[in-house]
């Protein structure tokens, strides 16, 4: 049973335009959220977070956006850019020592 | 950076040997979490550790056994490969989660291929 969800697996979008991605979850314990970000032969790099005690984070062109009340949140990313085309996972934690859970992945390709 | 490293990069190796897979860390964390990366399957974890001699299991745990004799190492076996185990394998860190932090750290992955 899938806790995180990323239902879109690609998401396609031009350059400059905003990028949207999106992750649903079902544990209602959850509350801490993550966003990673993954180019080919590397390891996840950490993105960006929210705490459930916020409904937004931002950090220069990348920004989250929780609701709680849909047990939903996305990542905003403007402007797009080439360079931002990877393999974004969502991840989600009740907080404390419990290990992350990630959803699958949506692979954004950004055209120049 | 984080630092954390993982040998070897890339292995192959034949059903029914067994395979050992170091991760290391310099940034002396208690946490460090072992996951495999499939395509269709994101990231799940296999086994993680809390602390010296202290592990316990993940999502995917069955196949594989881990050992943490020293805080900087964390050593993923497979005692017996299958080519089911063939996969990515991304080793993490997580600073103390007491001070507010619940990021995960990886390390740059071991592409493991058993035929």
């Known amino acids: 049973d899938q806790q995180v969800k990323q239902n879109s697996p690609s998401l396609s979008v031009q350059e400059g335009r905003i990028s949207i991605l999106n992750c649903d979850y079902t544990?209602?314990?959850?509350?801490?959220f993550l966003w990673y970000k993954k180019y080919p032969a590397e390891g996840p790099t950490f993105l960006i977070s929210i705490s459930s005690i916020k409904d937004k984070n931002e950090d220069g062109r990348f920004t989250v956006f929780l609701n709680k009340s849909a047990k939903h949140l996305s990542l905003h990313i403007v402007p797009s850019q080439p360079g931002d085309s990877a393999v974004y996972f969502c991840?989600?934690?009740?907080?404390?020592?419990?290990?992350?859970?990630f959803g699958k992945g949506t692979r954004l390709s950004v055209i120049a | 950076d984080a630092g954390i490293t993982q040998s070897p990069r890339h292995k192959v190796t034949e059903t029914g040997t067994p395979v050992t897979l170091r991760c290391h860390q310099t940034e002396n964390h208690r946490y460090m979490y072992w996951y495999r990366q499939d395509p269709g399957h994101g990231l799940r974890l296999i086994h993680y550790?809390?602390?010296?001699?202290?592990?316990d299991k993940g999502e995917v745990s069955d196949g594989y056994s881990v050992s943490r004799s020293k805080t900087e190492d964390f050593l993923l076996t497979l005692e017996s490969a299958t080519s089911s185990q063939t996969s990515v394998y991304f080793c993490?860190?997580?600073?103390?989660?007491?001070?507010?932090?619940?990021?995960?750290?990886f390390g740059p992955g071991t592409r493991l291929t058993v035929l």
């Open positions: 991840a989600a934690t009740p907080s404390g020592n419990t290990p992350l859970v």
């Open positions: 993490a860190i997580r600073p103390p989660p007491e001070r507010g932090h619940n990021e995960q750290f």
């Open positions: 550790s809390y602390g010296v001699k202290d592990t």
């Open positions: 544990n209602s314990m959850f509350d801490y």
